[in-house]
T-cell receptor
């Protein structure tokens, strides 16, 4: 069965630090990849997505992610985090099963001012 | 602004009760989904539907059922609530092709506590 793994469960950073959150998936075929964010008390929102083309994808709020097919990875990055980036981040994969998304376990990011 | 609306934000039910969680979307989406969100486990798919009166089991369907009588409404039913069903329940909807509209639109969630 397809699966998505986020290795970092809780990340704590100071403001202006750089961020990289890992995401790996297990599926050998064509995939569509997503990162969602859930700010405290709010619903999940789409940060960015990859369907095809340039493997470096830019999203909202300065986030970007790189699809590396050979590593089955889609890591999320941001050069300089802000306190307002404190949230939980979810990686998700659509792996050829209609419109169904498989989510990772989530990474909680805490940014200290 | 497109919306997925879940009928209750917080719900407390007793063990053994039959529980209905309602979800309505106004985006004319064909696909609708029910997930539960638990700390450390992420989002796990309970049931989904690609069309009216159609349903498919997700990864953790045991103890749940669903109903989709109208395109815009997708109901999750806990036949006999148990304490291990205490969780945050998230409804989502999308077009059939995830490239349309960029994936899922989520509701705000229903936090269900079973006592």
């Amino acid at each position: 069965a397809q699966s998505v793994s986020q290795h970092n469960h809780h990340v704590i950073l100071s403001e202006a630090a750089s961020l990289e959150l890992g995401c790996n998936y297990s599926y050998g075929g064509t995939v569509n990849l997503f990162w969602y964010v859930q700010y405290p008390g709010q619903h999940l929102q789409l940060l960015l997505k990859y369907f095809s083309g340039d493997p470096l994808v830019k999203g909202i709020k300065g986030f970007e992610a790189e699809f590396i097919k050979s590593k089955f990875s889609f890591n999320l990055r941001k050069p300089s985090v802000q306190w307002s980036d404190t949230a939980e981040y979810f990686c998700a994969v659509n792996a050829g099963q209609g419109g169904k998304l498989i989510f990772g376990q989530g990474t909680e990011l805490s940014v200290k001012p | 602004d497109v919306k997925v609306t879940q009928s209750s934000r917080y719900l407390v039910k007793r063990t053994g009760e039959k529980v209905f969680l309602e979800c309505v979307q106004d985006m004319d989406h064909e696909n609708m989904f029910w997930y539960r969100q638990d700390p450390g486990l992420g989002l796990r798919l309970i049931y989904f539907s690609y069309d009216v009166k159609m349903k498919e089991k997700g990864d953790i369907p045991e103890g749940y059922s669903v109903s989709r009588e109208k395109k815009e409404r997708f109901s999750l039913i806990l036949e006999s609530a148990s304490t291990n069903q205490t969780s945050m329940y998230l409804c989502a909807s999308s077009f059939p092709l995830l490239g349309q509209g960029g994936g899922y639109t989520f509701g705000s969630g229903t936090r269900l506590t079973v006592v």
